[in-house]
């Protein structure tokens, strides 16, 4: 029996993983800071919200540009479906981050309001999904003749 194996590591570089915590932490960060703008009306936590989605934006932007380069790299390999699949949520979560900069932009309630609110859950989910897809590991399979 031969025992094909495929690498052992992850998709993300020690340092790609380092910031792709940021977006993530960010993002979540946002979705809470509007979720306490919804329950006081403190015109803060609508600001915090607001800078917390421009850094993920800030942070997100690294993460895809090294994401492209990675997904170069890997073509044709046994990861180049994850890395084009985790790719494609980067790039959606920054997306819909830039939408949702634009609704914090607004003026007072309507900055965070529903669809501020959805759109900070969309912008979190993808940074935690993509994080998961970049960080599975991959794990040693059989092959028979």
Known sequence: MAIARLPDRPLLHPLHAILL?????????????DIAYLNTAEIQWSNFA??????????????IVWAILAALSRRGGPLAGRAI???????LMWI??????FQHGRDGWSSVGSLGVMLSVLTALLAL????????AVYAREARP
């Open 85 to 91: 699949a985790y790719l494609m949520l980067l790039a």
């Open 129 to 136: 999904i993509a994080s998961w897809i970049g960080h599975a």
């Open 21 to 33: 915590a940021f977006p993530v932490a960010l993002f979540t960060g946002c979705l809470i800071a």
């Open 50 to 63: 607001a800078w917390m989605n421009a850094g993920g934006l800030l942070m997100g932007g690294v993460v």
């Open 96 to 101: 819909i981050g830039l939408v949702n900069a």
